[in-house]
Every structure is written in C-alpha cells, then in structure tokens.
C-alpha cells in the first residue's frame, strides 16, 4: 500500500464549555495520519468526539490546542480567507444527512462547489453522476428520488472539485440496509477508479471491517491505528 501521508494530526486538544466552571475535554492530544488513497473508519461510542475530529481534519472547527498538515501544511496558519479556498477545493464532506438544496436539482447541486470554486465543470459533473449511477436522475428535485440516491447524489458533490480527501460522518447513519450497502459499495469503487482518500466515520460495523484501518477513539485519544 502506499504509505504517502496526506494528513497528519498533532497532539490536537479540544474541549467544550458546558457550565461556566465546567470544561468538557473532548479530545485530549489525537496523532494521527492518514495515508493517500486509503478508507480509514473512525470508531468510537457516541459522544467520543468523532465528529469533533472529523470537523477538525476538515477545518470546519479549530482545536484548542495542536496542529493539522495537509501536505505538510500547516493548515491553521492559513487567513479565513484561504481556508475557505482550501476547504472547497481540498477537502469533501459528507454527511449523514444528504444536505442537498431542495429548490435545485441534482446535477444543479453536484454543480454548486464547483460554482463557488469558480470553476464550472459540467463535464466532470457528468463523468460523477455516472460513477455514482445516477444519470437518469440528473434533472430531478431532492424530494423526487430515495434516500440512498440523495446520499450518493452528495457523494458526487463531495467529488466534483477533485479534493485530496472526503471526509464522511456517518454516510450510511440514516440509510436502511440496502441502501447502506450501495453506499459502502459505492465508496470502495470510486476509491479503486479515482484512488481518493476517504476518512469515514460510521458506526456499521461491517463497513468498518472492510476499510483499510480501523481508528478507535475512546476517552478523548485514539486506542489503536
Ligand atoms: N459545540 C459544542 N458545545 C458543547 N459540547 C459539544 C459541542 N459539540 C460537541 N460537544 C460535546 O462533545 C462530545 C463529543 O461530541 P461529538 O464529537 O459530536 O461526538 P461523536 O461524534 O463521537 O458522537 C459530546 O459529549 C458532545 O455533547
Ligand atoms: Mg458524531
């Protein structure tokens, strides 16, 4: 396997004010890296600070403490102003709610990062929507095709800038079985034609076996890698 490391995390601190005198330490010094072209799952009990970390990573969120390299950059040394460039061009986010805009339809909303990126690819919207196998949907609103096919519409949202990652909390958290299948499956195969990193956090445990590395968080640093 190729080892390239394309992220790579530094004793990053994070924790939450619940009362005025009451601090929640959520995460307490996570290294972690990520190598190119691999499915790492993220595991842990809820509440245990995985989507804390997934936000992180995707600079969503800033820690208290530590540091986040994408390529050995130093991301947070970054103005809001590129971290927001950085964001839509590097990083894919799916969620597990599909987040699609209901008023357009779904080749409007795999266009959308690709507009703000200021790079309108109808092309590689059309080269997705077929990876994913929705070519026969593209003109349809969000509230006119099944939860899984939202889900894998976002799935080709989250591709259409060609980041060097996506990033996934729990994709399949809201889909039934059938459809958490399709979505695994999909996952694996756009890895394997486009060889993109994907950092997924689920709570399926069959999907979590089938991934490259199995990441577990528990009380606030990571058990094993
Ligand atoms: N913005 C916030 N303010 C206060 N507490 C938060 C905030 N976000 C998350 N938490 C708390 O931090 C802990 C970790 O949350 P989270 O990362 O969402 O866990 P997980 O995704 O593993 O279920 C939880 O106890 C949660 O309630
Ligand atoms: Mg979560």
């Keep these: 396997m190729n080892r390239e490391v394309i992220i790579k995390t530094e004793k990053i601190v994070k924790s939450y004010d619940i009362t005025k005198t009451n601090r929640l330490e959520v995460l307490k010094g996570i290294d972690l ?8 799952a993220i595991v842990g009990k ?6 804390t970390l997934l936000h992180i990573i995707g600079t969503l969120d800033k820690p208290d403490k530590g540091k986040v390299y994408f390529d050995s950059t130093d991301v947070f040394e970054m103005s809001d102003k590129q971290l927001s460039s950085f964001r839509n061009k590097s990083v894919g986010f799916i969620f597990q709610f599909h ?13 959308i990062p690709s507009l703000i990126s200021g790079h309108r690819n109808r092309e590689a919207a059309d080269r997705i929507i077929s990876e994913v196998g929705l070519s026969d949907r593209i003109n349809h609103k969000p509230s006119e095709i099944s939860g899984g096919e939202a889900q894998r ?13 996506v990033l996934a909390d729990e994709p399949t958290g809201n889909l039934d079985t059938e459809n958490a299948e399709s979505v695994i499956d ?28 199995i990441i577990k968080i528990a009380d606030g640093i990571i058990i094993n890698s």
């Excluded at 890296?33 to 790492?40: D, H, P, S, V």
């Excluded at 809820?46 to 989507?51: E, L, Q």
């Design 46 to 51: 809820s509440g245990a600070g995985k989507s």
């Design 153 to 165: 519409v976002a799935i080709a949202r989250a591709l259409i800038n060609t980041p060097k990652i």
């Design 33 to 40: 890296e990520i190598y190119k072209g691999e499915i790492a």
């Design 186 to 213: 999909l996952i694996f195969k756009l890895r394997e034609r486009l060889g993109q990193t994907f950092v997924i956090v689920t709570h399926n445990e069959e999907f979590a076996q089938r991934c490259d590395r």
């Design 99 to 111: 987040h699609l805009l209901p008023e357009f339809t779904v080749i409007e909303n795999i266009l």
